[in-house]
């Protein structure tokens, strides 16, 4: 049962540094790379893009609508899903973003694998989670007792097999914390794309056990890879 909505997406978000934190690196380390046209897949609510690049031409792509959230006047938004329009985008001149949105892509890898080869940018950049520590622990244990979720793990050979090679990478965390662990389970949950009552349960009884208060950190990667 997927829980992936605007509001549940803007609950995790609101109890973490995480998407303020990318932003920041993007505009400040990695902005060299966002000086062309962006094509942000899965961009959700368009805040990093917002406060990431607001001067750079950008294409915000998500099934979701979040008409509600302020973009740049600079970007577009583009309500749908991204295999029906990749396209659109054949041979892109600018960089593609995917900000922790393969995690809903990868069940259609041949299809990601293809669409990524149309679009054939130079510059490619990903934001993926680390998963070592409590996270690592949590993800273990769900792909082992938790069948029917989505957890974001790494896509072995991705995005090297669409012959792009990596340049540069950024490690950082991010930290969500809640007030109790009954609250720390529904966004423990989000992160595996679950809103399964049952699997609720579950997993506070596995946060509890497992941490000493409702707060656990995410380490992340930001990748940049060129076209080889």
């Not at 600079?74 to 960089?95: E, L, M, P, Y």
């Not at 995917?98 to 069940?107: A, F, M, T």
């Not at 130079?122 to 989505?150: A, E, Q, R, S, Y």
Request: proline letters at 3%.
């Amino acid at each position: 049962m997927q829980i992936l909505t605007e509001n549940s997406l803007q609950t995790f978000k609101s109890n973490t540094n995480e998407n303020k934190t990318i932003a920041n690196i993007l505009c400040s380390r990695l902005k060299k790379y966002l000086d062309r046209k962006i094509l942000d897949i899965g961009a959700g609510a368009g805040d990093i893009a917002f406060f990431a690049f607001p001067e750079t031409e950008a294409i915000l792509i998500d099934i979701l609508e979040f008409r509600n959230y302020p973009i740049s006047n600079r970007h577009k938004r583009i309500k749908a899903d991204f295999f029906d329009v990749a396209h659109q985008f054949k041979n892109f001149s600018g960089t593609i973003l995917l900000s922790h949105s393969i995690q809903y892509l990868d069940n259609r890898y041949d299809d990601l694998i293809a669409a990524i080869n149309l679009i054939n940018s130079k510059t490619l950049i990903t934001v993926t989670n680390i998963n070592t520590g409590f996270l690592g622990v949590f993800i273990d244990w769900v792909l082992k007792n938790l069948p029917d979720t989505n957890p974001e793990v790494s896509l072995q050979g991705f995005p090297e097999c669409c012959n792009y090679s990596k340049i540069e990478n950024v490690v950082f965390s991010a930290h969500v914390s809640e007030n109790s662990f009954k609250q720390l389970a529904k966004l423990a949950a989000y992160l595996i794309d679950t809103s399964n009552p049952v699997y609720l349960d579950k997993i506070e009884c596995f946060i509890r056990h497992n941490l000493q208060s409702p707060s656990f950190e995410i380490m992340q990667s930001i990748d940049v890879y060129k076209k080889e």
